[in-house]
């Protein structure tokens, strides 16, 4: 039985997002913002060991080998979200053909946002691009809500730097724990205050965070036991 902890705006679950999906009613989700496993670890060519620091972190989480099917997830996607609802996931460029192939045909719009990363992490060996820019896969209906004000909040481009001292969590640290800033920004621009924000892969409870902020409630899930906790304990603090 999967641990499940209830606050007056968060459901938080420690569990497999793929076995709870099924217990979120139909129509009940404003907001679907997730960052699922990039799948670029077996791409990795290691962490990189540094004189005198720790090393630099190339994407070698554990959870990360596990291969996701985004097609797993599009008919529940489809059915818990309210017809004037809107989807954002991150998604790494080996998993874009994927995630097209498996919302394209599920709903009217299909978009990308790129995050620029004002402070990528360095290529010591300068072999190649920084690794500065994420996409953000996006999707809904005609009629969807909107609650932008002006245009210029409307790019399809965000910059700010990678999640730091003192939001970076120390223990656990988690290697994709996203910057509130990026997270605000979208939340702020797809949905209304008393909406229900959804991350079924939440790791440390980043999108919660921000959803509450903003005076959203959230409903998260997360596999990871240490995380859980971590996000827990975060929620607990920044609801109050
Ligand atoms: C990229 S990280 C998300 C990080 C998050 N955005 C943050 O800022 O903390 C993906 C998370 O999904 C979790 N995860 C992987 N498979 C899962 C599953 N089937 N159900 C729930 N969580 C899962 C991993 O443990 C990992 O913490």
Aim: aromatic share 12%; net charge negative.
């Amino acid at each position: 039985m999967a641990e499940r902890i209830d606050t007056p705006r968060c459901t938080l679950v420690n569990g497999d997002c793929f076995d709870f999906l099924g217990e979120v009613p139909d129509r009940s989700v404003d907001l679907i913002l997730t960052d699922p496993p990039y799948n670029i670890a077996a791409y990795s060519t290691g962490n990189i060991a540094l004189p005198g620091r720790s090393a630099l972190n190339n994407d070698l989480a554990p959870w990360d080998l596990e291969s996701l099917e985004p097609a797993r997830l599009a008919a529940d996607f489809r059915r818990i979200l309210k017809p004037d609802g809107n989807i954002f996931i991150f998604a790494s460029y080996n998993m874009l053909g994927k995630w097209h192939a498996a919302f394209d045909s599920e709903f009217d719009t299909f978009q990308f946002f790129v995050w620029h990363k004002t402070n990528p992490a360095p290529k010591i060996y300068k072999n190649g691009f920084l690794n500065s820019c994420e996409l953000i896969v996006c999707m809904w209906d005609r009629g969807h809500r909107w609650n932008f004000s002006n245009q210029r909040e409307m790019h399809n481009f965000f910059e700010c730097p990678i999640c730091m001292a003192p939001e970076r969590l120390k223990q656990p640290k988690h290697p994709a724990q996203k910057p509130l800033r990026l997270l605000e920004h979208l939340i702020g621009i797809a949905s209304d205050g008393g909406a229900l924000v959804f991350d079924p892969f939440m790791g440390v409870g980043s999108t919660g965070a921000a959803a509450l902020r903003l005076g959203r409630r959230f409903l998260g899930v997360e596999t990871d036991g240490e995380y859980f906790r971590a996000a827990a304990e975060r929620l607990a603090a920044t609801e109050g």
